[in-house]
């Protein structure tokens, strides 16, 4: 796979667009031009990979539209150094996209396929400080808690309380909860031992966060 300069040039006119849709945080805005999204994308939409929209990727999920990863990510509000938690790797774009904001990152994907294939782009990338995980991400990853961050790229019909205990004192959950056909982000924070503020935000459509695991056939 090359990243060439006119993927760049894409990329920059990416990051323009974004910031006309009101993305304001430049550090977001540079970690959307370093990564090579079409490295993600299956060859028959690499040529789209900077338009700013989902693409299916396998096992019927999707890449997320470049804009939500964006939106999520000023969201997190991350710090270099953060320990962050994803759910939903995916292709492993956004999880891309945090890890060169210097997170430490750990990240988990329900299908087995998409993270084996998400851990190999990571090594294509020399993104090697991502720690990903086959699990199902409901419960969260309680043996790394907690976290400064919890990030949720599946729609959920709740919020899953395991995730909310996961966060440290000040730590920020971003989640879109609501049906199969429309979800609105949360942003919650915790901010003591027992109690969270709750923002509710944009409307989104995202694939459902789903139980258990699928193994590889
Ligand atoms: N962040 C991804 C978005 C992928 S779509 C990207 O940038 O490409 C959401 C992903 O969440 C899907 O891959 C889906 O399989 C996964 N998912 C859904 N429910 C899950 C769960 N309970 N635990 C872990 N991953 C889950």
Do not use: C, W
Not at 8 to 31: C, F, P, Q, T, W
Not at 76 to 86: A, M
């Amino acid at each position: 796979m090359e990243d060439s300069n006119r993927h760049k040039g894409m990329r920059k006119r990416l990051a323009e667009k974004l910031y006309e849709k009101g993305i304001r945080d430049e550090n977001v805005l540079s970690a959307i031009q370093a990564i090579p999204r079409h490295f993600f994308l299956d060859k028959a939409f690499e040529e789209h990979a900077y338009e700013d929209k989902a693409f299916p990727i396998d096992e019927h999920q999707t890449i997320s539209q470049p804009y939500t990863v964006a939106y999520q990510t000023e969201l997190l509000q991350v710090k270099k150094r953060d320990k962050v938690l994803e759910i939903g790797t995916g292709s492993g774009y956004q999880s891309a996209v945090l890890a060169v904001l210097g997170v430490r990152l750990y990240t988990i994907e329900r299908h087995e396929l998409l993270h084996q294939k998400a851990k190999k782009m990571f090594e294509v990338l020399g993104l090697l400080g991502i720690r990903s995980y086959f699990r199902d991400g409901f419960n969260g990853l309680g043996e790394f808690a907690p976290f400064d961050k919890i990030i949720v790229t599946a729609g959920a019909i709740e919020v899953p309380p395991a995730l909310k205990k996961q966060l440290t004192i000040g730590g920020i959950l971003v989640i879109p909860v609501g049906d199969e056909t429309h979800q609105k982000m949360l942003k919650i924070t915790r901010l003591n031992q027992s109690d969270y503020q709750e923002e509710i935000l944009s409307n989104f459509r995202f694939v459902p966060l789903l139980k258990g695991k699928n193994s590889k056939k």
